[in-house]
């Protein structure tokens, strides 16, 4: 009756609207008292305790540095770079939005940051060269889901401190998964701009290009390099990779490209404290909410349901991968993470998944949650920037929807395309 009461209130706030962060803290709330397990004072112990981890300081440095480089003109540099590789081929724009979207993720580490920075230059420039804006729209929107998988990313620091994981290995481990979901929107795009004969006139391929570009952009492509460098080379923890990449990102946007001034701070700060504000209020409050599930023992009898359901690891997979979508849809991404890993983690280890495995699942699941509605962050930032309405917009990112729940089935069953860097490094 606890865990009906506990979910019943949160499904009812989630239904009036009330923000998610909000809508946990009452549901925790309500159940302490209904329940009179533990007193009033867990949820304000919770608040505080859950946040108080040194790993979790990754969190607001890294959306700090994304600020940063976002606002440092990397987008258009980055895109520069992808187009002398692809902006001759078929489809070369969109190709070009969705290798920038990749490169811009691996700064940023949030969908929706990703849509913003990409999006205000891509679309219009897409648009003007004779694609349709809704089909320039979708690729922009889809690949910005990359920000959450191509490390660093911030939902693999959350499940790596709510697991009990290493942020480092779940880093690794999302580097080939975000290659392969990026290669099935890059294979989907190619396939429409061959039928809508999307080929515009660009310079051809050269050497000297290709050097200028790497000059232009050769600070933004050191920010992965730096992190994942320093961080697998032993030289600070993914913590401490966070402060550098903020260090970095104001030396390189301010003394090289010189599109942030000192006067412009304030702004970035304030951007960024407001959104680590609210990603650590969800965090605070998930913490009690999943503190309550554990204290209920509800992990425990979900693991029981699930393995009473079959014993068959591949139907398990699939209804995990269901759950995961449909979760995603309805509910923020870090929240989805902290509430279902305590839970679903003992599952997935009862039929023999690594627990980095797992985590990428999750997360390539959540990421496609970007693109569905109702929630659909990623939506809204790319009605917000192109003017079309999520109605038609949730139309237009269908293929790539199947391209990435495709590149999804392709992670999952075969767990070598997480793991095989990990056990390389050693």
Known sequence: MTA???FGS??????????????????????????????????????VTSTDSFP?????????????MGKGGISSRLFSLA??????????????????????????GSGPA???????IMIPAMVSQGYDKKFATAVVVSAGSLGIIIPPS?????????????????????IIPGIIVAIGMIVWSYIYSKKKNYKFASEK??????????????????????????????IF???????????????VSIFLHREISFKDFPKVISDAALTSATILIIIGTANAFGRILTLEQIPTMVTNFVLGISSNPTIILLLLIALFLVVGCFMDTVAAIIILTPILLPVAMQIGLDPVHFGIIMIVNLAIGFITPPLGVNLFVGSGISGLSIQVLSKAVVPFFFSMLFSLLLITFIPQLTLFLIKLLG
């Open 4 to 6: 009906v009461v506990l």
């Open 10 to 47: 949160f499904l009812f706030f989630m239904i009036f609207m009330v923000p998610i962060g909000i809508s946990l803290g009452l549901a925790s709330l309500i159940t302490i008292v209904y329940s009179g397990s533990v007193s009033i004072d867990f949820l304000a112990q919770s608040l």
């Open 56 to 68: 979790l300081m990754a969190v607001p440095f890294f959306i700090l540095a994304g600020e940063i």
């Open 83 to 108: 187009n002398v590789f692809v902006g001759n081929f078929t489809g070369g724009f969109a190709i070009a939005a969705v290798l920038t979207c990749m490169f811009f993720a691996a700064i940023s």
């Open 114 to 120: 990703t849509v913003a920075a990409v999006g205000g």
């Open 154 to 174: 911030i939902p693999m620091v959350i499940y790596g401190v709510s697991g009990g994981v290493s942020i480092g290995d779940m880093f690794i481990g999302g």
């Open 205 to 234: 391929f050269t050497f000297k290009r290709m050097v200028q570009a790497f000059n232009v952009s050769k600070w933004a492509l050191l920010v992965p390099v730096i992190v994942l460098g320093g961080i697998y080379g032993g």
């Open 237 to 251: 923890t993914p913590t401490e990779a966070a402060v550098v990449a903020v260090v970095y990102a104001a030396f």
